[in-house]
């Protein structure tokens, strides 16, 4: 019962271009959501977050969407650069668990 | 510098063993996690503490218990050790209230392998 899915585990994109990856959700009793990175050999790092009582937040080359009707949200990544490559996962915040899918790897080619 | 430590980074052991990983955060954070990362990369919380109380524990099997000496170190025993143990094991960290939403800060990871 996975909680949350990330449904492509690949994506690739040119330098430069828009980098969308996204996330879906069960629980409707969820209150954040929170995107992570991770490079190899590392633990993940907090990227950006959004509520849920809002639809987008935007932190630089970041934005997270949230289509709660949906139970959807993506990230964008604008322009994507090479050292974008990593593994992102989503992951939902509830009752001071967060629950993660399982990530997509992103690489982006110069 | 570092914000959430672990020891060992690899950890080769035989089954049946028992072994412990440490894991230490300077960030002066109240909660501390542990997660695992298995074979299909999926990233499960097995326990939280909170100024050294347990306050998470997900139907993780006996044979692992976490120990919380002080409110900066979290650290995982793990007893008979078996195949399926096989994964890495991350510790995090939090702060009270979280500024972007119970964003919690990870350690490096200690990959376990049991023979």
């Known amino acids: 019962d996975q909680q949350v899915k990330q449904n492509s585990p690949s994506l690739s994109v040119q330098e430069g271009r828009i980098s969308i990856l996204n996330c879906d959700y069960t629980?409707?009793?969820?209150?954040?959501f929170l995107w992570y990175k991770k490079y190899p050999a590392e633990g993940p790092t907090f990227l950006i977050s959004i509520s849920s009582i809002k639809d987008k937040n935007e932190d630089g080359r970041f934005t997270v969407f949230l289509n709660k009707s949906a139970k959807h949200l993506s990230l964008h990544i604008v322009p994507s650069q090479p050292g974008d490559s990593a593994v992102y996962f989503c992951?939902?915040?509830?009752?001071?668990?967060?629950?993660f899918g399982q990530g997509t790897e992103l690489s982006v080619k110069p | 510098d570092t914000a959430v430590s672990q020891t060992p980074k690899y950890l080769v052991t035989q089954m049946g063993n028992d072994k412990s990983i440490k894991c230490e955060q300077n960030l002066g954070h109240d909660t501390m996690y542990w997660y695992k990362q298995d074979s299909k990369k999926f990233l499960k919380i097995m326990f939280s503490y909170n100024n050294k109380e347990l306050i998470i524990n997900e139907t993780v099997p006996n044979r692992f218990s976490p120990k919380s000496p002080d409110k900066a170190h979290l650290n995982l025993h793990i007893n008979s050790l078996e195949l399926g143990d096989s994964a890495v094991y991350f510790c995090?960290?939090?702060?009270?209230?979280?500024?972007?939403?119970?964003?919690?800060?990870f350690g490096p990871g200690t990959r376990l392998t049991v023979l």
């Open positions: 995090a960290s939090s702060p009270p209230t979280g500024v972007y939403g119970n964003e919690q800060f």
């Open positions: 629980n409707s009793m969820f209150d954040y």
């Open positions: 992951a939902a915040s509830a009752r001071g668990k967060l629950i």
